[in-house]
């Protein structure tokens, strides 16, 4: 069974740290991953998609990576403000999954002002 | 043109009524998504249309789970004989196509009583 997991569960930093949040997933054999960002109550935001042949995506703060060998992406925030604060979800597309997307449950951040 | 959207924002109902849930896609998208979000998870696989057929309909929980897209935009998820346990937010998503970014609209959340 397909499955991707996110840890931490929650985080809690200081404004303006640096910060890395985690995904794994259990296959290697993938189209695609993304990450997307949801606010308390709201729907979900697309922050980055990376494909499968790519290593890495950046949008202003946030570098996200992927290396599907080891099945592992991480989404890097920078210089991270209060604004940040939400929950930050990775979804994967795997190849036999007939393009549904397969999620973790999500790290919730908070950054403390 | 505008993004996904959703109606209705909120719907409460009685244990055994019979629900609709209706979802715009972004204009020329011709993959919808539908996914279901419970409270601390992330959002769980529907059903996917590729046009008007539904291409995937491998994640909906049971028969009383139903939906179309007649003419290959709007699509309509309906629900028979509710269960409390269908309580959730349902989202829906577009993409231009399979295996691009999904964009997610704002979600229903459906209360059963």
């Known amino acids: 069974k397909q499955e991707v997991t996110q840890i931490p569960a929650a985080l809690s930093v200081p404004e303006g740290e640096n910060l890395v949040l985690n995904c794994s997933f259990t296959?290697?054999?993938?189209?695609?991953l993304q990450w997307f960002r949801q606010d308390p109550g709201k729907g979900l935001t697309s922050l980055l998609l990376?494909?499968?042949s790519q290593r890495e995506q950046t949008s202003g703060r946030l570098n996200a990576s992927l290396d599907k060998s080891s099945g592992r992406s991480t989404l890097y925030i920078a210089a991270s403000q209060p604004g940040d604060s939400a929950t930050y979800l990775c979804?994967?597309?795997?190849?036999?999954?007939?393009?549904?997307?397969?999620w973790g449950a999500g790290t919730k951040l908070i950054i403390k002002p | 043109g505008a993004g996904v959207s959703q109606t209705p924002s909120n719907k409460v109902t009685e244990k055994g009524k019979y629900v609709e849930l209706r979802c715009d896609p972004i204009?020329?998208?011709?993959?919808l998504y539908w996914y279901r979000q419970s409270l601390g998870q992330g959002p769980e696989f529907l059903i996917y249309?590729?046009?008007?057929?539904?291409?995937?309909d491998s994640g909906l929980p049971n028969d009383r789970f139903f939906a179309v897209r007649p003419e290959g935009s709007v699509s309509t998820l309906k629900i028979q004989r509710t269960e409390r346990g269908d309580s959730a937010v349902y989202l829906c998503?577009?993409?231009?196509?399979?295996?691009?970014?999904?964009?997610f609209g704002p979600g229903t959340r459906l209360l059963v009583l």
């Open positions: 979804a994967v597309g795997f190849m036999d999954s007939n393009y549904q997307l397969i």
């Open positions: 204009s020329g998208h011709t993959a």
């Open positions: 296959d290697s054999a993938i189209y695609n």
């Open positions: 998503a577009s993409s231009l196509t399979p295996a691009e970014t999904q964009y």
């Open positions: 249309f590729q046009g008007t057929g539904a291409a995937d």
């Open positions: 990376i494909q499968s």
